[in-house]
């Protein structure tokens, strides 16, 4: 959204610009400032913002002169007028502007009063699809945050598909945008640093449900995802074990799943951290294998002991041969370097089949169940568990 919402302000004063830039980046703008009507013409045509918001008494050129310029340069973005002249005044220049053919769309008296911004901002954030930096701060404090659960299946040798566990995946309930999934915040998390607050919400709701479910007599396994900016904390081994004695949960019963650990800035710390996750008994899994973001040698100098198949690879299995050739090799690899692998993406009867003639020790997919929130998850393992095994078609 940040790229097609682009403010311009123009005003003389640098902390008003700096003020008013601030709230709007925050609201989900790209802003440029300038400080006089040269600068403001240039980026006219450099930014095309489409708002404008302009202040009437600049050095080089007076407002009534800028709104004719304005006019003439056929600018079309809406235009707000600031200015700390009289209401009046503030008043025929929007006149002025109108019948030039210009889009007015209001004027604002300085001193600028915060609450009077926010809501011209957002009133005129064009496709306000995507959640802003202020949303999601606002969500996660207003519970607005939820965690859904995906259940996870050994593929047992009598055929049958046990539930042993479930993959934590975060949702956010938005009030106007409905049910956001986490591709859709997840960047701006990681981006805006909430994402320690969000990793923290989903590690204590979903701990909590799993000490609930356990009390119920349904024993889990928890998988929860954890951004690898995350992998920075030395103290996190000794938190996460804090968190599960308090629920009275053996440290074996989470595993900790990671994509990209290639990507992180200090292999040393890394390796660190998650050694001592691993001494400490928990799960460690490489998330999303298989699209190029993982990088083999990860394999060898990180402790993981779960790999998972990315989901790409495993809905196309059923119908490309290269997906079953590279899964099949990807398999070996794992299992000859003493890890386990689970399967994500699985769609399709068949490549349940598949997966069992290459054993593949785990899936996770829409042909178990879609990701659910915790109160559908009983059921849905009682059904999954009267599923009959699919035929082997191998042969
Ligand atoms: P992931 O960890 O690889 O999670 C699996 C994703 O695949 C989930 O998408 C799940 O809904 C989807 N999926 C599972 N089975 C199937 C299937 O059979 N077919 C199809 N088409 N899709 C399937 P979701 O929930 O949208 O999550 C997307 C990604 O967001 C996750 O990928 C994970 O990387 C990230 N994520 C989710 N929750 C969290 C969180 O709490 N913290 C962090 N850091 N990342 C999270
Ligand atoms: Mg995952
Ligand atoms: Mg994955």
């Given at each position: 959204m940040t790229d097609i919402n682009r403010l311009l302000v123009v005003d003389d004063q640098a902390d008003i610009l700096e003020f008013i830039a601030t709230v709007a980046e925050f609201s989900g703008y790209r802003v440029a400032t300038a400080q006089n009507a040269e600068r403001a013409f240039s980026l006219l045509r450099e930014f095309e913002p489409t708002l404008i918001m302009l202040d009437l008494q600049m050095p080089d050129m007076d407002g009534v002169e800028l709104i004719r310029r304005l006019a003439v340069h056929g600018t079309r973005a809406p235009i707000v007028i600031s200015s700390g002249m009289d209401s009046r005044v503030l008043a025929s220049v929007e006149q002025l502007g109108l019948t030039q053919g210009l889009n007015m769309i209001g004027n604002m008296q300085k001193p600028l009063a915060l609450p009077d911004l926010e809501a011209l901002l957002a009133s005129q954030l064009v496709n306000a699809l995507e959640p802003t930096e202020r949303d999601l701060k606002h969500g996660i404090e207003k519970?607005?945050?939820?965690?859904?659960?995906?259940?996870?299946?050994?593929?047992?040798?009598?055929?049958?598909?046990?539930?042993?566990?479930v993959e934590a995946l975060v949702r956010w309930n938005h009030p106007q945008l409905g049910l956001v999934l986490p591709d859709q915040f997840i960047g701006l998390a990681e981006r805006t640093g909430l994402i320690g607050e969000l990793t923290h919400f989903v590690l204590n709701d979903s701990l909590t449900q799993l000490a609930n479910w356990r009390s119920q007599g349904l024993k889990?396994?928890?998988?929860?995802?954890?951004?690898?900016?995350?992998?920075?904390?030395?103290?996190?081994?000794?938190?996460?074990?804090?968190m599960m004695r308090a629920r009275k949960l053996t440290n074996s019963d989470l595993t900790i799943e990671i994509t990209e650990t290639a990507a992180l800035e200090d292999p040393?710390?890394?390796?660190?951290?998650?050694?001592?996750?691993?001494?400490?008994?928990?799960?460690l899994s490489l998330d999303d294998f298989g699209t190029g973001h993982s990088s083999l040698t990860q394999l060898y100098k990180m402790p993981f002991n779960e790999l998972k198949i990315?989901?790409?690879?495993?809905?196309?299995?059923?119908?490309?041969?290269?997906?079953r050739t590279i899964t099949r090799s990807?398999?070996?690899?794992?299992?000859?370097?003493g890890l386990t692998v689970c399967t994500e993406g699985?769609?399709?009867?068949?490549?349940?089949?598949?997966?069992?003639?290459?054993?593949?020790?785990?899936?996770?997919?829409?042909?178990?169940?879609?990701?659910?929130?915790?109160a559908l998850v009983p059921d849905a393992i009682a059904r999954i568990a009267q599923r009959t095994a699919p035929q082997a078609i191998s042969a």
């Open positions: 519970g607005e945050l939820t965690v859904y659960y995906q259940p996870q299946a050994d593929l047992a040798l009598d055929g049958s598909v046990p539930v042993v566990g889990l396994g928890l998988a929860v995802n954890l951004s690898p900016l995350l992998v920075k904390d030395l103290d996190f081994p000794d938190q996460l074990s804090e040393a710390l890394t390796r660190d951290i998650l050694t001592r996750l691993r001494v400490k008994n928990f799960g990315d989901r790409s690879l495993g809905m196309e299995m059923h119908s490309s041969a290269e997906a990807l398999i070996d690899l794992a299992h000859n370097l699985v769609e399709q009867a068949a490549t349940v089949d598949f997966l069992r003639e290459v054993r593949s020790n785990r899936i996770q997919g829409y042909w178990l169940a879609r990701p659910m929130s915790a």
